[in-house]
């Protein structure tokens, strides 16, 4: 697995949009980002609409291409998520981001981009988007994607769950949003669990559907050789008036009650503020305690 080169001050950025069109500024975002010693430099396209999305998909592809192509671009930030970035997927050319490759940044829909990396064997981060950056309640997730990009390392501890199965597991760190995930399977993103830690997270799902992908990522073996789960945030989940009888961390824990890898519900990244950084495609190591969960990180400039 390829680590690209940590940031530096002075080092230039990319915020480009393979999504959904923005909805808010991004002014914000810069001002956080310059303090960091950071030079911003937007996509061409990044305030067109087209329809739901950030101009056609053409522009998209453009705008992420052009980022992936500079070798001035040391980072690039995808603006938000939404839907849009399997669009272009297939059309972008990797060629010269593997010659030279840098730290791409995103979640939610940007899943799919970050697992089709992992699977060229470069490392990505997933972590929040300039949208909501500089907001008072993401400064935690600002914080910890600086520690990610700058490589200050990664190192979380956060309280234990009652559903939470203790133990150890090592591994590269992959997942992302439910959905993305499942949607992906059987293109050129799907994801690899193979003795790995997978995380998941959602939003605005009804609670059959978290059942029904969770049903397929079993059958379609990715809990097999897993050797652990980290829980993130499954936030405003949503229940028919027949409701499906379950909560979501019952549901969670029916569909891998068959499995013995540790599992640790309740850590802060998804579609809540915080969502603190991970880094996919890196080793780390998942404890599972009685009293508390590790995620620890090898990666940093100190460690190499």
Not at 48 to 66: I, P
Not at 71 to 82: D, F, N, Q, S
Not at 83 to 99: H, S
Request: charge should be negative.
């Amino acid at each position: 697995m390829i680590t690209p080169p940590f940031l530096k001050s002075g080092d230039k950025v990319a915020i480009v949009a393979p999504a959904k069109r923005l909805q808010s500024g991004i002014e914000k975002a810069i001002e956080v980002l310059e303090s960091w010693g950071l030079e911003c430099q937007l996509g061409t396209h990044l305030q067109k609409q087209s329809n739901l999305f950030a101009g056609t998909d053409v522009e998209r592809q453009q705008d992420l291409q052009q980022a992936l192509d500079d070798p001035e671009i040391k980072a690039i930030l995808m603006a938000r998520g939404g839907y849009g970035t399997t669009r272009i997927l297939d059309e972008l050319d990797f060629t010269a981001f593997n010659k030279s490759p840098k730290w791409v940044c995103g979640f939610s829909d940007v899943t799919a981009l970050l697992q089709g990396l992992v699977n060229l064997k470069v490392a990505c981060v997933h972590s929040t988007v300039p949208v909501l950056m500089g907001r008072p309640d993401h400064q935690k997730s600002d914080e910890s994607l600086r520690h990610a990009i700058f490589g200050d390392g990664l190192s979380y501890t956060f309280d234990t769950n009652a559903r939470n199965r203790q133990g150890t597991a090592t591994g590269q760190v992959c997942g992302g949003n439910v959905s993305m995930i499942c949607n992906s399977i059987g293109t050129t993103s799907e994801i690899d669990t193979t003795h790995k830690i997978l995380f998941i997270e959602d939003v605005g799902e009804y609670l059959y559907h978290l059942d029904r992908m969770l049903v397929q990522l079993k059958r379609a073996g990715k809990f097999e050789q897993l050797n652990g789960l980290i829980i993130g945030d499954f936030s405003s989940m949503k229940d028919h008036q027949d409701t499906f009888g379950l909560e979501t961390s019952e549901i969670i824990a029916s569909q891998i009650s068959g499995y013995d890898f540790p599992v640790a519900y309740g850590f802060s990244a998804g579609h809540s503020a915080p969502n603190l950084s991970l880094y996919f495609g890196l080793e780390a190591k998942l404890s599972v305690e009685k009293q508390k969960a590790q995620l620890d990180y090898k990666a940093s400039k100190q460690s190499g």
